[in-house]
């Protein structure tokens, strides 16, 4: 379905390299060459960007990759979208562009923001189940994003508190050396708290005119791609969002304000069907379910809109080429 571009992953090689890791090795075994890698144009699937951090972790032996990843991406790394936060004027200007555009950068997250009487609360939450890269993937965005806000405002910090959206993992140490503020985990959100009093403080960088070129460029980058992005990746990304069972076709339709018919018609030009995405969806919900629950593989059939457990192994079996007990057993011996 929907590719992701390879920023990032840019700098996950680095890191290896850094660790003396076989980056050769890692290549290869992800079927990659170093030329894709720095091409800013490259994309991979998300099963390929899922597989390319996992195997970083086990060649690495460091679960700990995600923060570390973080810790080296500097403004330069965002593109134009970390021009326009550095010559933001203030710190609310800036923040309000990393939610704006961030998806420019990367399309599995969404920056929201509210605010109280004296604080901001920005809130990361992911826009599709990460499944096995959620740790390192949402350990890189915090620690970035931080990263950022603490580049732009030096001399007067502004993020006061960190809520993680998980229980603590071996290396929970790292957190409050690497932000340098309290740290809680098992919290409902994964969140970062800045002062109401930094938000409209003048940043030194600051730089009107080089602001509104680098947010046009945005703009026009995240229209061009939102054009690029096929109303089959629309849909898959809708469906994975909502909740189970999944929407008919007509409640799926009314959604992109389209009768059933011209969207089916839509999917045909597109190589592709209703009945197909929810295939994919389901497939990819499966396999989260099977890959980090103990729950029982009736309840995720139940789950999934199958009345008959035996039709969920078989489709199971058709989608993945083994069953369901066989790809949990599989991954638990990984």
């Not at 330069?76 to 326009?84: K, L, R």
Request: hydrophobic share 40%.
């Amino acid at each position: 379905m929907q590719l992701l571009p390879v920023f990032y992953l840019n700098q996950v090689y680095q890191q290896l390299r850094l660790w003396e890791c076989n980056v050769d090795i890692w290549l290869a075994h992800n079927g990659l060459m170093l030329e894709q890698l720095q091409d800013p144009h490259f994309q991979v699937s998300f099963d390929d960007y899922q597989r390319l951090i996992t195997s970083a972790i086990h060649l690495s032996a460091r679960p700990d990759l995600g923060l570390h990843v973080g810790s080296r991406i500097g403004i330069n790394t965002h593109g134009m979208m970390g021009f326009a936060i550095l010559n933001s004027s203030t710190l609310k200007q800036a923040v309000d562009t990393l939610k704006q555009f961030i998806n420019t950068r990367t399309p599995l997250v969404n920056v929201n923001t509210h605010e109280t009487a004296s604080n901001m609360v920005i809130t990361l939450q992911a826009i599709q189940p990460l499944g096995v890269i959620q740790q390192p993937f949402m350990d890189a965005l915090l620690v970035t994003i931080a990263n950022l806000l603490q580049q732009v405002t030096p001399l007067s910090p502004a993020i006061s508190q960190v809520n993680l959206g998980f229980a603590a993992p071996a290396y929970w140490q790292q957190y409050s050396a690497l932000l340098k503020v309290p740290v809680h985990f098992n919290q409902a959100s994964t969140q970062l708290i800045l002062t109401q009093a930094s938000l409209n403080q003048r940043l030194d960088m600051a730089d009107p005119s080089s602001f509104v070129q680098a947010k046009q460029w945005c703009i026009n980058e995240l229209k061009k791609l939102n054009l690029q992005q096929s109303l089959s990746d629309k849909l898959y990304q809708y469906l994975l969002q909502s909740p189970m069972p999944l929407p008919s076709l007509s409640d799926t339709a009314t959604h992109f304000n389209m009768t059933p018919r011209t969207l089916h018609r839509h999917l045909t030009q597109q190589q592709t069907s209703y009945k197909n995405i929810v295939a994919s969806v389901n497939h990819h919900i499966a396999k989260q379910y099977l890959s980090q629950s103990n729950g029982s593989i009736k309840q995720l059939a139940y789950q999934l809109g199958y009345v008959d457990v035996a039709n969920f192994r078989r489709a199971f079996k058709r989608w993945q080429g083994t069953t369901p007990s066989e790809y949990r057993q599989q991954k638990r011996v990984k």
